[in-house]
């Protein structure tokens, strides 16, 4: 061959391998995914936020005993949606899309899709201690799961559909907050407490950046919250963010641990569900009298509170205000959500920990600028209560515009994700992305086996097996048979171990190992990875049919491969034990 054809045939090698991941469909799946998403979340955000809370805040503010009544007949309406229009009333909102990211292979049921839209606006809309991010990230997620069964023509896999769903999620959170960088992290951060699902990473982040452009178009490109932005930050502040983050995080483990409890009970209670939100409506409403009873001004500690953020940013308030303030909103979030509102409580960490933030820095650094204290307890609240430590960091650089309080704001979050342990929020967190091995038994050893096999003939001397077979392959082990019955494995190690003075006397069948596991090509991959444990460090297995002719060779590594194609080579759930016996 001349050198031309060789490197010819070699540049096309390499690409084919260059892009043998298939990622260029993302440039075209991504973009409609983010699309979608934006235009169904704009529409929402102006229903809820322009609509319907912007014309009840007003009134509540007026009028303080609406308050009440108001969130238990919006509650009520909401539980009746959840109760007689939807399968679970208590799968919805960020959590459905956790769970279905790990339990249902990234598939929402899309029959129900408007009426949680519905259920999510009247939560939001009366007055619960909620924000848009839930709705928005069950929107774009469940968007990106119904896109996979459309558009199977650019090549999609059954693992893809996850990776949708993430990317979707993105989308959703991008265009809630304007902030696409920290929808992109939030996505891939929330299905897990100390792990990403990093393979959404470019898809996710097309997505929200299509998706943040699609609001903006309609909704104008102003920041969701302002920061007034230090330019600089002292050695001092450092010391201080570590104690906030410390004392955030153990704030943030008893309220985790808290509304989990009062999760689980609700759920497990026979109540009616209408009943149950109902209730939940009452004790919103009376967190949001009790505040405005005590405190004349314009904060109340429950709805959307995107403009309340603004307002502890914007202008000083005394410490303890700003304390009673977090205590009652963390209170109306456990009210809201604990019972079964339809939304997530990102807004509600970040405004429990700026105000937190806001009083410590005032109360006990004494600091000129609070904002820098704000920030940080912002990111410590968000990184201790879901688990989401790189969120937290980015969301206070893109909110800022800028790098001053990004350090500080580091330390805060990683001592309060610490000191909080492994207690979330979310119910449907997995730790980490492990194998689930349960899914082994649905692949088929021929499914996976390498076919095309080098082997050497048992009459073959070492010094034939030297030179035509371990110098011109690239393997360790061959197979070694007899006629067309593959007898046991030959490493290119027993080459060394023998003198060069009997090479031409040993033959490849006198130096095989004979104790090699067999399976057949229809043999579960389960079984097969079973006894390549069993065979105490064993790299492959025979493939043998039933007459002992050899089929193939099947590695731990054609079985990750298999797995991996087939989208469930990092399916969560409980670790399994590939036991031995």
């Known amino acids: 061959m001349s050198p031309f054809k060789r490197y010819t045939s070699l540049f096309q090698q390499d690409l084919r391998a260059n892009y043998s991941r298939d990622i260029q469909k993302w440039l075209i799946v991504a973009p409609v995914i983010g699309v979608l998403a934006g235009i169904v979340t704009t529409g929402f955000v102006f229903v809820v936020l322009e609509q319907t809370w912007g014309r009840v805040l007003p009134l509540y503010f007026e009028h303080h005993w609406t308050i009440v009544p108001g969130l238990v007949a919006g509650f009520l309406v909401t539980g009746l949606i959840m109760q007689y229009l939807t399968p679970d009333p208590n799968e919805h909102s960020t959590e459905e899309v956790i769970r279905s990211y790990h339990e249902h292979e990234g598939d929402i049921d899309m029959r129900p899709f408007w009426w949680k839209l519905l259920a999510a606006a009247t939560t939001v809309g009366s007055g619960g201690s909620c924000a848009l991010e839930g709705p928005g990230i069950y929107a774009g997620g469940a968007i990106g799961s119904w896109l996979w069964t459309r558009l199977g023509r650019f090549g999609l896999e059954p693992r893809d559909r996850r990776i949708m769903l993430i990317s979707g999620a993105a989308a959703g959170m991008s265009a809630v907050f304007r902030a696409p960088l920290t929808g992109m992290v939030f996505a891939m951060e929330m299905p897990y407490k100390d792990d990403l699902a990093h393979e959404a990473l470019l898809p996710s982040l097309i997505s929200s950046v299509v998706s943040y452009a699609t609001l903006i178009t309609f909704m104008g490109a102003q920041p969701m919250f302002g920061f007034a932005g230090s330019t600089s930050f002292r050695a001092t502040d450092l010391f201080w963010a570590a104690i906030l983050g410390a004392g955030i995080g153990a704030i943030a483990l008893v309220f985790d641990i808290t509304f989990r409890h009062v ?8 109540a009616p569900h209408a009943l149950k939100m109902a209730l939940g409506g009452l ?28 307002e502890v940013l914007a202008r000083p308030h005394a410490s303890g205000m700003l304390v009673v303030f977090a205590a009652l909103k963390m209170a109306s979030t456990v009210f809201s959500l604990g019972t079964g509102g339809v939304s997530a409580m990102f807004v509600p960490l970040i405004l429990i920990g700026g105000c937190l933030g ?27 209560g879901y688990k989401t430590p790189l969120t937290a960091v980015v969301f206070v650089a893109e909110t800022t515009g800028g ?11 990683a001592i309060a994700y610490a000191v909080s342990g492994e207690a979330s929020v979310s119910g449907d967190q997995r730790w980490h992305e492990i194998a689930n091995f349960e899914k082994l038994a649905d ?10 096999v080098v082997g050497i003939p048992a009459t073959a001397t070492l010094r034939d097996f030297a030179k035509s077979f371990a110098a011109s392959h690239d393997h ?18 027993e080459l060394a171990k023998a003198p060069c003075e009997q090479w031409d006397k040993l033959t490849t069948g006198e130096l095989a190992r004979h104790d090699i596991e067999h399976v057949s090509p229809d043999c579960d991959l389960h079984e097969a990875l079973r006894q390549m444990v069993r ?4 790299q492959m297995l025979l493939v043998v049919d039933a007459d ?7 590695t731990k590594t054609d079985i990750l491969r298999g797995l991996t194609r087939q989208g469930v080579a990092r399916r969560p759930g409980g670790a399994q034990n590939i036991d031995s016996d």
């Open 403 to 413: 790098h001053s309080y990004l350090i500080p704001s580091l330390i805060a979050a």
């Open 263 to 270: 999760r689980t009970w609700v759920i497990r209670s026979p």
């Open 443 to 452: 692949l088929k050893v021929a499914d996976v086996m390498q076919q095309r």
């Open 476 to 493: 360790t082990y061959f197979p070694v048979y007899d006629g067309k019955t593959a007898i046991g494995l030959i490493s290119t190690h």
């Open 548 to 554: 002992g002719s050899l089929q193939g060779i099947v």
């Open 283 to 310: 004790g919103t409403g009376l967190c949001g009298l009790l505040f405005v009873s005590v405190y004349n001004g314009t904060l109340i500690p429950i709805g959307p509170n995107y403009e309340a953020v603004r």
């Open 358 to 384: 806001n009083a410590f820095g005032q109360a006990v650094v004494h600091a000129s600028a609070v904002d820098l204290y704000a920030a940080c307890g912002m990111a410590a609240l968000i990184a201790s």
């Open 535 to 538: 065979e105490r460090g064993a």
